[in-house]
């Protein structure tokens, strides 16, 4: 069945550098969403990226979609200590099915 | 408040008993799905309805899990003969219809933990 990869698992990053996520996918993607956990909490949506190539942007949030709709990735401008959390991206499924999420810390 | 509801929010039971959760979608939103997270893992999808029909049921669930949406508005979820594997925190979502464009709310979840 359809599964989507992110990697990093886990990253550290002080407070100020960027950050970026990856999200694969061994199949076509009509579209992929991305999601983000504060810890303790339920998984919020941020964006929905659905055409070959589209990057958009969401304040210091960046989101790209691949040419071949095959990967995403979300980068984050100098981080602050809201960033905390975990990311998500969700494939296209009925279903949304989830990747296991990149878990950010943030050291001041 | 119009977000997605559940309860209850929290629930400790003893081994083997039967719990049940309960989802209140956002009004009008005709798809629902329940998934299942552990510390430090995605969400795992279990179900979902579109209305009151249910779609797909994750092969992974075993026959203790059962889950209704009989008038197609709220949902249950239920877990009968609970065991210490199901500790976890469950987690509904609604949204209306599906596809591009369609936004997936989630409740703030049901924490389970079986002792």
């Known amino acids: 069945g359809q599964q989507v990869m992110q990697i990093p698992q886990y990253q550290h990053v002080q407070e100020g550098e960027d950050f970026t996520t990856y999200c694969n996918s061994s199949t076509t993607l009509s579209n992929i969403q991305w999601y983000k956990q504060r810890p303790g909490g339920h998984p919020v949506f941020l964006i929905q990226l659905v055409k070959s190539g589209e990057v958009k942007k969401q304040k210091r949030l960046t989101f790209q979609f691949g040419e071949a709709k095959k990967n995403s990735s979300l980068h984050i401008t100098a981080t602050q200590t809201t960033d905390v959390g975990t990311y998500f991206c969700a494939g296209p499924d009925d279903k949304i099915i989830f990747g296991k999420g990149t878990r950010l810390h943030i050291l001041p | 408040d119009t977000g997605v509801s559940q309860n209850p929010r929290h629930k400790i039971t003893k081994r083997g008993q039967n719990v049940t959760f309960r989802c209140d979608p956002i009004?009008?939103?005709?798809?629902l799905y329940w998934y299942r997270q552990t510390l430090g893992q995605g969400p795992e999808f279990l179900t979902y309805?579109?209305?009151?029909?249910?779609?797909?049921k994750s092969r992974l669930l075993s026959d203790r899990f059962s889950a209704e949406r009989p008038k197609g508005s709220f949902s249950t979820l239920e877990i009968q003969r609970t065991e210490q594997g199901d500790s976890a925190m469950y987690l509904c979502a609604s949204s209306l219809g599906s596809g591009v464009g369609n936004t997936i709310y989630f409740g703030e979840g049901s924490w389970l933990t079986v002792v």
């Open positions: 009004s009008e939103h005709n798809r």
């Open positions: 309805f579109q209305n009151e029909a249910q779609l797909e």
